[in-house]
T-cell receptor
Framework: DAGITQSPRHKVTETGTPVTLRCHQTENHRYMYWYRQDPGHGLRLIHYSYGVKDTDKGEVSDGYSVSRSKTEDFLLTLESATSSQTSVYFCAIRAGSTSYEQYFGPGTRLTVT | DQQVKQNSPSLSVQEGRISILNCDYT??????FLWYKKYPAEGPTFLISISSIKDKNEDGRFTVFLNKSAKHLSLHIVPSQPGDSAVYFCAASPLKAAGNKLTFGGGTRVLVKP
């Protein structure tokens, strides 16, 4: 258990509304990641963070922004949700400076109607 | 263009037999490879990894083989158990690139029949 929680676990929202998903970790890991999982695509990286206020884009970053004002929290915001952003979102942490494995949270299922 | 591919979307195997999952990659910069297992409504869990300096890594019932010249890796599960029924993802990373970003395959659903 990597001490990762995600909130909310489920959310239904309407097209055009802003949505923020939260990832919280308890073990002071430097690297945090947001992925989305869609059928046939596996998991795709949206954004990642390598420290407080240090973030960078991933493979599918359009329509998403992130913020990390504290080590333990990494927020993913959909500025104006679209139906194509209906997905399951996973947060992950990298276990340490000499370890390359990533450990995942339980996920947030987001439906945009 | 998918840089990591799992060409078998599903696999059915009898309990006690071997499960072999395959994964191909195209990016020659990838030098670290991982396998994850995912149950429904849960996050992926890390299973086993391998660095490109090795061609085999074992952990209990799980063995990963890497063939760099073919850009191919496989996961062997022996013996398969009903609890192994899940979706398995392979992932790859270029260690020297910033961020340790993982690129995932599309997944293989494994069903182990009792």
């Amino acid at each position: 258990d990597a001490g990762i929680t995600q909130s909310p676990r489920h959310k239904v929202t309407e097209t055009g509304t802003p949505v923020t998903l939260r990832c919280h970790q308890t073990e002071n890991h430097r690297y945090m990641y947001w992925y989305r999982q869609d059928p046939g695509h596996g998991l795709r990286l949206i954004h990642y963070s390598y420290g407080v206020k240090d973030t960078d884009k991933g493979e599918v970053s359009d329509g998403y922004s992130v913020s990390r004002s504290k080590t333990e929290d990494f927020l993913l915001t959909l500025e104006s949700a679209t139906s194509s952003q209906t997905s399951v979102y996973f947060c992950a942490i990298r276990a340490g400076s000499t370890s390359y494995e990533q450990y995942f949270g339980p996920g947030t299922r987001l439906t945009v109607t | 263009d998918q840089q990591v591919k799992q060409n078998s979307p599903s696999l059915s195997v009898q309990e006690g037999r071997i499960s072999i999952l395959n994964c191909d990659y195209t990016n020659s910069m990838f030098d670290y490879f991982l396998w994850y297992k995912k149950y429904p409504a849960e996050g992926p869990t890390f299973l086993i990894s391998i660095s490109s300096i090795k061609d085999k890594n074992e952990d209990g019932r799980f063995t990963v083989f890497l063939n760099k010249s073919a850009k191919h890796l496989s996961l062997h599960i022996v013996p398969s158990q009903p609890g192994d029924s899940a979706v398995y993802f392979c992932a790859a990373s270029p260690l020297k690139a910033a961020g340790n970003k993982l690129t995932f395959g599309g997944g293989t659903r494994v069903l182990v029949k009792p």
